[in-house]
């Protein structure tokens, strides 16, 4: 018996052990290089890109030399019969019946081909330059949509964990603070309506901490997703929400000149409308000519019998002209088309512009306000502290009530409560306006 329980202690004590080695620690800066490799957006932007680059040079190749082998062998199996007038054979006024050719014939040939000039082949190579910067800007975007995503899910995380660590504390407190009261109220000191009063003051505050936990492990699932890492992969998170707060880099970021051009989503609809200026130019040079080279190299055997061909060579070099004359008024209406939809371009660019303009300038003073706020918030949490120690001293020495305890110890709690929401609301300022500008700060 006894061994069977050392066998089962060693066994959930080696449980245990592996469970707390498969504990992944994460610091912020690893959960971003984390999500880089593995988030599953930024993969599907990856291949994006991946094949933007391909589709690139499929057309470059357009403009490259094209040589083909061509081979084929025939079995006249009947020959053609021609009729000639009979005045060549000394027969007038008859048709004679002739067979030309000979039972096999074969060949082969090499044909080469080069592209000298064509307009639209040479806008098509810009076009495709232009959706290859596309995706790598799409790319971009992606990547500071995920990095600013993943601080916003750590940062959540850091809150609710240090919320849980207030409470806890707290509760802890309250717990020792209702001992004494019990014992005043044993010996008469107080009323039972002090020592009920701290019961429901627990009783509520373990409630808020049962509530912050499914918050926290709900938070923790959305920062996995987001790290592309497995739903029951255990994590800690190892930086400390004061960490993250970095008062050089948020005053240096107030004062930073925003370059509009630095903005993923100018980026983009900047090249969008180069490529939209690409298409009008595609319309142009849909008229004008293209001109290629070729040579080709034949060679064909003939007989009436495969062991005993007759070969005979020929070579063709040569220059291809080819242009439209008339196409109707095809090619005038998708030239307007192509047009408008560049004019479109231009004013949609123009606006967004204004936008991001006004944004910045909103974030910006989102991120004034929220660092202000953040230092008030910071005095007011020594404040309360302070109120709340000297009125817990005043109750065990039966000057204050367990009101008045209570009270203070919830101004206390609300303080800290402010000052986390302040915190969390600094970071997410700070990121927004990182995001915006295209910074990227751990």
């Not at 089962?8 to 592996?18: A, D, N």
């Not at 008469?188 to 002090?194: A, H, R, V």
């Not at 901490?209 to 890492?229: A, E, I």
């Not at 300038?361 to 120690?389: F, H, P």
């Amino acid at each position: 018996m006894i061994r069977k329980a050392w066998i089962l202690l060693i066994s959930i004590g080696l449980f245990l052990h592996i469970q707390a080695q498969e504990i992944k620690s994460i610091t912020l800066e690893d959960a971003i290089k984390i999500a880089l490799n593995q988030n599953r957006s930024l993969q599907l932007a990856s291949y994006d890109r991946l094949i933007a680059h391909k589709s690139k040079w499929e057309t470059v190749t357009n403009y490259l030399p094209k040589v083909n082998f061509e081979a084929s062998w025939l079995d006249n199996l009947q020959l053609n019969t021609v009729l000639l007038p009979g005045i060549m054979f000394g027969q007038p006024g008859k048709y004679i019946p002739v067979q030309f050719g000979v039972e096999y014939q074969t060949s082969w040939a090499i044909k080469a081909q080069q592209v000298i000039l064509s307009a639209p082949l040479i806008v098509g190579i810009q076009m495709s330059e232009q959706s290859r910067k596309l995706s790598e800007i799409g790319y971009l975007k992606t990547e500071n949509e995920v990095i600013a995503s993943v601080k916003t899910f750590y940062t959540s995380a850091l809150v609710l964990k240090k919320s849980l660590s207030i409470l806890s504390n707290n509760i802890n407190n309250l717990e020792s603070i209702k001992e004494k009261t019990k014992a005043m109220y044993n010996l008469g000191m107080l009323q039972s309506t002090d020592v009920d009063q701290m019961d429901i003051t627990i009783t509520n505050l373990q409630n808020a901490k049962h509530s912050l936990k499914r918050n926290y492990q709900l938070t923790l699932n959305l920062l996995r997703f987001n790290l592309g890492l497995d739903t029951a992969q255990a994590i800690e998170l190892t930086t400390n929400l004061e960490d993250l707060i970095n008062e050089q880099q948020i005053l240096q970021l107030l004062t930073n000149t925003f370059a509009i051009e630095t903005n993923t989503d100018y980026q983009l609809l900047k090249t969008q409308e180069h490529m939209a200026k690409l298409a009008v130019d595609k319309e142009k040079a849909d008229v004008l000519p293209t001109i290629a080279s070729f040579y080709n190299y034949t060679k064909t055997g003939q007989g009436n019998e495969m062991n005993n061909l007759s070969w005979f060579p020929s070579k063709v070099l040569g220059l291809s002209l080819s242009f439209p004359i008339f196409g109707g008024t095809q090619n005038y209406t998708q030239y307007t088309k192509a047009r408008i939809q560049y004019e479109k371009a231009k004013y949609q660019t123009e606006t967004i512009a204004e936008q991001l303009l006004i944004q910045e300038k909103q974030l910006r003073y989102t991120l004034k306000n929220a660092y202000d706020n953040y230092l008030l918030q910071k005095k007011n949490i020594e404040v309360a502290k302070r109120v709340y120690t000297n009125i817990e001293n005043k109750y065990l020495q039966g000057v204050s009530s367990s009101l008045d305890v209570t009270q203070a110890n919830t101004n206390y709690l609300n303080a800290e409560n402010n000052f986390i929401t302040a915190s969390l609301e600094l970071i997410n300022a700070k990121t927004n306006l990182e995001k915006l500008m295209n910074i990227k700060n751990k």
